[in-house]
């Protein structure tokens, strides 16, 4: 029987063009043993071959549709368009995929990696945030249909750096309302930190970016409670530290002294840990 014959063709253009997507390899209809083309999808997978395995992956539905071959071939094109960066493809298999198969053991798989394609997309805080929003949505959703499973667990941790990554887009917001001379804008942000995202590696400034915005407003009882909270839960930051000379610079004690050593702490943005791409084909449920 004849091979079947690859096309390259460009999807939403040229593929030369800056910006745009590389080409996708379409296979020319020739009916096929569904066994070969699953085999080959797989193969192009080992080799790193994501849109020609893609290419494989869906000539198997179109010739085997509502199969068993099918329904692995779905799974393999939600992970395959995954690695290959085309996070709105991986979404629309999955969305087929749940709307098809919405009882299989392999649907958690699914929603998870709906979850991952938008965590993957998560850009440094000077920039919109509606990837980092769209992801904690879904994050949560795993969390919440399958809170004993493996992925729950992975989510449960990236929530975490969904959560620091919005505390920081919200901490950039309220220095830009300080350095505009907007105290009382920039509160409502360094407040907002405090109250939804406490947990996160942004609290200590928060706290003391607090005693600065109302130092200047006049509330000086304020400020002092802002920094008293701030030593007593952080007195080796470096923050504290800020705060405590801030405060005797305007003739105020504060109880806990800080540590002289105390430095700022670099912690690593949740966008550069997300960049480092894991193959989650290991967390498939064996077929």
């Known amino acids: 029987m004849a091979a079947v014959v690859l096309a390259s063709l460009a999807i939403g253009g040229l593929s030369a063009c800056a910006g745009k997507k590389p080409a996708r390899t379409q296979l020319v209809y020739e009916e096929r043993p569904v066994e070969q083309l699953y085999a080959t999808g797989m193969k192009r997978l080992d080799e790193k071959s994501w849109n020609e395995a893609v290419s494989y992956f869906e000539e198997v539905e ?36 749940i709307q098809l198969y919405p009882g299989s053991p392999l649907t958690p798989y699914a929603y998870y990696m709906k979850a991952n394609n938008y965590f993957e997309q998560i850009v440094d ?29 992975d989510a449960r941790l990236k929530l975490d750096m969904v959560a620091d990554q919005l505390a920081g887009k919200e901490m950039e917001i309220g220095r830009y309302y300080l350095n505009q001379n907007q105290p009382l804008a920039a509160a409502g942000r360094f407040r907002t930190v405090i109250d939804r995202y406490q947990t996160t590696s942004h609290t200590p400034e928060a706290l003391y970016r607090l005693v600065e915005t109302n130092l ?6 304020e400020a002092n409670r802002n920094a008293a909270v701030l030593g007593h839960n952080f007195p080796g930051e470096f923050w504290y530290n800020e705060a405590y000379k801030l405060m005797q610079s305007r003739g105020q004690t504060l109880a806990v002294a800080p540590d002289p050593d105390a430095k700022k702490v670099e912690t690593a943005a949740p966008e550069k840990e997300q960049k480092k791409k894991k193959s989650w084909l290991s967390r498939i449920t064996p077929l």
Do not use: C
């Open 125 to 153: 805080v000077g920039r919109d945030q509606a990837y980092t929003v769209q992801a904690q949505t879904l994050l949560r959703d795993v969390i919440l249909r399958y809170p004993n499973s493996e992925y729950a667990k």
């Open 62 to 97: 179109r010739q085997h549709p509502y199969s068993e071959w099918s329904r692995r071939a779905i799974v393999m094109t939600i992970y395959a368009n995954y690695m290959a960066n085309r996070y709105e493809e991986s979404n629309t298999a999955a969305d087929h995929f």
């Open 216 to 221: 200047v407003l006049g509330l000086t009882d």
